[in-house]
């Protein structure tokens, strides 16, 4: 396993020359962030849920990427809270599955119509069950809605999905992102509707070491010749 503190795995990857097609333009935004949680409340007063842990496993077999990411949280607080989980993908990447578990109680989430999961997530929330919903907020942002974390529970979330690698000049690149920005606000924060504030998510200053531990492990089956296989952020083996 590779540490690693404030600074995203980059794996950089060039193919052999020959022909090269087309490919689709990127932007610097379009990019995958770290999945974080928020909760919902007002109070300034009220716990955090504090990340404890972070593991990625990482498979690039072709263009394709697939990674499973896990965090551990806890709720330290003192009341049960709400969360909401959030996955900022680049709009190459799509969720395969994510399931969380809530103190002994496993989860695993469905992408249903919007309007009939939320429905059955009010339900079970009202009910006092712990319920999630996963749901696409924004074309590239999935969101994962828990209810009813008790105090002490820990929160353990594995997250799977795939993303596209698009070379440049004949290089390819994957980034898995350690550290979240808030991308997703267009307006000033007081101008900003709740749903637009879920994304905002604070950077730890230059130099803070995060209070978390980080894991990564990935793994290359190209399926074409290499030229070369670097990463200016971690050993290579």
């Given at each position: 396993m590779k540490r690693a503190l404030l600074v995203p795995f980059v794996l950089l990857m060039s193919a052999g020359t020959g022909p090269a097609a087309q490919q689709p333009e990127t932007t610097p935004a379009d990019k995958t962030l770290s999945p974080y949680f928020?909760?919902?409340s007002d109070d300034p007063a009220l716990d955090q849920l504090p990340l404890k842990a972070t593991s990625a496993s990482i498979e690039i077999a072709?263009?394709?990427?697939?990674?499973?990411?896990?965090?551990?949280?806890?709720?330290?607080?003192?009341?049960?809270?709400?969360?909401?989980?959030?996955?900022?993908?680049?709009?190459?990447?799509?969720?395969?599955?994510?399931?969380?578990?809530?103190?002994?109680r496993t989860l695993t989430a469905r992408i249903e119509e919007r309007q009939e999961a939320r429905r059955q997530y009010e339900g079970a929330k009202q009910a006092g069950q712990t319920a999630s919903l996963l749901e696409q907020q924004r074309p590239n942002v999935f969101q994962m809605n828990v209810?009813?974390?008790?105090?002490?529970?820990?929160?353990?979330?594995?997250?799977?999905?795939?993303?596209?690698?698009?070379?440049?000049?004949?290089?390819?690149?994957?980034?898995?992102?350690?550290?979240?920005?808030?991308?997703?606000?267009?307006?000033?924060?007081?101008?900003?509707?709740?749903?637009?504030?879920w994304f905002q998510n604070p950077y730890l200053h230059e130099g803070e070491a995060p209070p978390y531990r980080f894991d990564l492990k990935a793994t290359v089956a190209a399926g074409m010749p290499l030229r070369d296989v670097a990463s200016p952020s971690h050993d290579v083996k």
């Open positions: 928020f909760v919902k072709g263009v394709i990427a697939r990674v499973t990411v896990t965090q551990d949280y806890a709720n330290e607080g003192k009341r049960a809270i709400e969360a909401i989980y959030v996955f900022p993908g680049s709009t190459r990447a799509a969720v395969h599955a994510m399931k969380m578990k809530v103190g002994d209810a009813n974390i008790l105090p002490g529970d820990r929160i353990s979330v594995e997250l799977v999905y795939t993303e596209l690698l698009v070379p440049e000049n004949g290089i390819y690149e994957f980034v898995y992102p350690t550290v979240v920005g808030p991308r997703y606000t267009k307006s000033r924060e007081e101008t900003v509707p709740e749903t637009g504030r």
